[in-house]
């Protein structure tokens, strides 16, 4: 935890460069893509939320319907 502080100090004074990996995708797009979900299960009934909800819950625990 020390070693990451220190990492963390280093990069704002400037000591050493911030070399995090690029996804590729713009701050725009990250933010609106987390939204998305969200925004799906608002627009649908709750009757094709449960029918959604019952298909992952049998495909998590391995049950046959």
Request: glycine share 10%; hydrophobic share 35%; no cysteine.
């Amino acid at each position: 935890m020390i070693g990451n502080a220190v990492r963390v100090m280093r990069i704002a004074t400037g000591e050493e460069a911030d070399d995090t990996p690029d996804d590729g995708k713009s701050a725009a797009a990250k933010e609106l893509g987390s939204k998305g979900g969200k925004k799906r299960a608002a627009n649908m009934s709750p009757e094709r939320r449960a029918e959604i909800a019952k298909k992952a819950a049998a495909k998590r625990w391995g049950k046959a319907e």
